[in-house]
């Protein structure tokens, strides 16, 4: 709490550089409005799951649903920085890929859909061209946290914000997690509010939707978290139920764990958390101290838990987590109020407008 305090009241003393921040998003954005700096277009449908805030705002989780739900019927592929990964430049993920390699969020993407290109590149206006080259094929590819990367311009931009931390009542970095304008919501052709309660009314989604104020032909759509069973980190087919006898270590290096600690707090009898930074790269030391703080725990039903993102970056420990009841456990969106079907109507829609290589 105190320590919460302590960075609230730091970040208000860095307020002078969020202003020097905000004039140079301005400046570059308008810049951007007035074609001086030219976004490029492609040929094919390109949709962005982007966000204005650092953090999580769920959208890795959203690439997933839309590649689940699209892959079927489209040739799709996902394009990605990479973030934190040890390499530079284009890649496209194949069988020898690391999440040092290409990040852990196209890992996760390449595991979960093998069939599905994977590629991750900075220079997205670069590795678009390289992408479909390598897979000529291509009929849509998502772009992953590209929202601000304004070089590329996409055909369908979906915007994610926090339910509990909405763009609307953020500031700008170093104060705030506003890493662009507020104005710029206006660009997205959907924005989708993340992380409701499941029991969310009629009443707050109304509330919600006068203060984001969605311009003419914007759609707005809310999501809660869902989470599966968790299983095992090396064997998927071993799940386990979390229940009120058990403890757990909650071992993350996510931005916002907030939903992991409620879901453990209303499920479990008490969990414990080791909260390194987000996209953090686990050492062999870290893994040696997770396990101390396991092994200290004294309840005889005991798991340690952690998200699907941090796993691709724990897995490479394979004989020291092998014998270790070391779960991971899957979260998707969950669309309220039953719009999911009219949110895929948009976004097939948008693919079907393009005239798509047979």
Known sequence: MHSNFFLKSFRILLFPLAIVYWLIILIRNKLYDKNI?????????????????????????????????????????????????????????????????????????????PDVPVAVGEERMVAIPQLLHDKPGTQCIILDDAFQHRAVKAGLNILLTDYKNLFT?????????????KASYKRAQIILVTKCDSGMTQEQKKEITEEIRPVENQHIFFTANRYSHPYHILRQEEKMKLSSHMEVLLVTGIANPRPLKELLHDNTRTYYMMHFPDHHIFTIDDWKEIKKKFEAMEAKQKIILTTEKDAMRLVKFGQEIKDIPLYVIPIEHQFLFNEGEKFLDIVTGFINNFNLPE
């Open 37 to 113: 700096f030219e976004s490029t277009t492609f040929g094919l449908p390109l949709i962005c799951v982007g966000n204005l805030s650092v953090g999580g705002t769920g959208k890795s989780p959203m690439v997933e649903y839309l590649v689940k739900n699209l892959k079927d019927n489209f040739r799709i592929a996902t394009l990605s920085r990479g973030y934190k990964r040890k390499t530079k430049g284009y890649a496209l993920a194949d069988e020898r890929s690391s999440a040092l390699q290409i990040g852990d969020e196209p890992m996760q993407f390449h595991l979960k859909f």
């Open 169 to 181: 009542r953020d500031f700008f970095l170093p104060t705030g997690d506003l890493r662009d304008l």
